[in-house]
DNA sequence: ACGTGCGGGACCCCCCGTTTGT
DNA sequence: ACAAACGGGGGGTCCCGCACGT
């Protein structure tokens, strides 16, 4: 790797959780500079622009908190097994090494109207996550642990709500009980749409 | 009512919008100015500084959003269709009249660490819903609706979550779906809790 | 005296030593609001504008650190009496009930380009204060304490030079010795100007 | 020197002047932009604030007034002609290459509560000041021009005060006679020390 | 006559994201 | 990659007038 293109990404790992923490609009570029050592004259080198950086973190952040969530799930052939993997990893641990929260959320909520940028890759991000329930689903489905009218992307969305809402409140209370309620439900839920069940 | 307290409260409808929308640190007082067609001086003579002023705000634009969830709604005693009623409310009319989408979920977010003002506002906004859902859970469980062994609070939590988390996918897809698909699934949940169910 | 009057010199008693501490360009109608209990149009109902206030607050301070300082000092037969009864009042109480050390010193400082109403009292006030001078000197020519040949405008500007820069110096060590030290100077100077001295 | 340097060193030769002659809070940050052509960011990049530049700029200021008046002048070794010298130049040009009269007396009046930044700078040039006059007074006591009682910071504070004291006079009444008159008297001053005088 | 409440708009200091020399 | 400068807001405060009660 070049000198350039190390440094590049030494400035997303700093910029990542700081964006994610305070927000694209709440993020100074003397706070970056703080994190990263360099001048800004450094930081713009690689980057055009404050938003096409934050775009950049906002990538890098999501495969940090992304990749545990998913790792070693999409070879199990149990999809049932593979929801509920992804529930707890997610209930467990929602910031895995990003603080600030679950990017999407964070991103999705400020990137609202403006900043076109942003919107498109928590967009991106959230097609991805839904991919991997669906996928898990329709395995579950062949495998017919499911039953067959499941409609996939009716649980992919109430799966994801139903965390990144419970995220919502445990951030909002500092309290990890409602994570916990959540993945219960869920976890139900899951059960309930069992062939037979 | 006095002029001044006329104004504050004209001010407070004109800012309510466009804090939801843009988010605090993403507000300007020029937005606001322009907004209200006063000038600054004018508006700091009613609030000290912009922080307060959006507190302010986030405690007008949630009595906005909150009213028609919950009005006319306690006064039934069926439990069960209150829940409902909340819940259709919700998927169906999720910012009425106020654009930007759901105070609570902008403020949650944004607020997270610092800005302690508007995180107190919102832990006390959600709160409040929660315990309408309580409420509404305990009034069922009194009429022997829904199971004795139902938890309240968990309920609660796990509708607001639903609902707030397909309110961000709706809003990040530009797409209704996913708060019908919230819809849909949290009535089916509500009748899995009836008694005998 | 009229409810008016009685305002307005209350302002004037509240806002003399609030200038005189912070300076004119230092003190904001904020703070005199505060002293008074006044809102800002109450106070622009007795002046026209900030800086006649100054000028009005000026020459109130003035009248109340002067007074003692000259009070039954001209009624004395004894010049040289009346220097050093001077001296001395000055030396060990140069800020008597106002805070913020001389008006004249003050004002002198601030006002010395710009702000020709402060400028113009502050000048008045430094004649007044030379005349005093003057007359005791020239009571104690006559009266033959002094040589003829004393120039009486000469000590004047010595006397009050010395003691306003000794008040300066010692305003700033916060420490009353350089106010001793020209007291002592200039009781020694006013014998070298004896007869016969 | 490196760029950087020259244009802070052009700041404070252009912000000097306008702070002592309008005050500290008298100037606003648009005349010393108007001053030195710079922007307001050109600014800031050499100062993080105001006051650390009105600091700056009064040790300046300080310098610019004081070199003259100390300059070839401890080399001398007539201690008593050294004193009268320093007497001199500050009678004929008090304010040398520095409009707005001396910083010395400016800064000591308008810092004296807060802006502790300030009055620290006013207070070592005043001790500086002092010192300068204690070193002649002493080198004139021991080349036995001048009694061995004398007390050398008594002379320095009668020096200083007379001439800062007349120096406002002179700036008050527009007219030098003031100081001249100061001059006159501590020539007279000097010489009464003088052995056998 | 007197005082309050309200609003205006210019200005305050400071910081922003950006561009340019080097 | 840095150092330097740029402009244009950032939020907040200023002094002041006008409209209103009493």
Redesign the pocket.
């Known amino acids: 790797m070049r000198?350039?293109e190390?440094?590049?990404h030494m400035i997303l790992e700093k910029a990542a959780p700081i964006f994610n923490s305070k927000g694209y609009?709440g993020?100074?570029?003397?706070?970056?500079?703080q994190a990263?050592?360099?001048?800004?004259?450094?930081?713009?080198?690689?980057?055009?622009?404050?938003?096409?950086?934050a775009a950049a973190a906002f990538d890098h952040a999501w495969s940090v908190v992304s990749a545990p969530r998913f790792a070693a799930l999409d070879a199990s052939s149990n999809g049932v097994q593979r929801l509920k993997t992804m529930i707890s990893n997610f209930a467990e641990r929602p910031a895995k090494n990003m603080p600030g929260g679950c990017p999407l959320l964070n991103t999705a909520i400020e990137a609202d109207d403006n900043n076109t940028a942003l919107r498109t890759r928590a967009k991106r991000a959230l097609e991805e996550w839904k991919l991997h329930v669906i996928n898990a689903v329709e395995q579950g489905i062949r495998a017919k642990q499911l039953r067959r009218n499941t409609d996939p992307e009716a649980v992919a969305v109430i799966l994801i709500a139903t965390l990144e809402g419970a995220l919502m409140i445990s951030r909002l209370e500092r309290d990890r009980r409602a994570l916990q309620q959540a993945k219960d439900h869920l976890f139900a839920f899951i059960d309930s749409l069992a062939e037979g069940g």
């Open positions: 000198k350039g190390r440094t590049r609009s993020t100074a570029l003397v706070d970056l500079m990263t050592g360099l001048e800004k004259g450094g930081i713009y080198r690689h980057f055009s622009s404050k938003e096409e950086l």
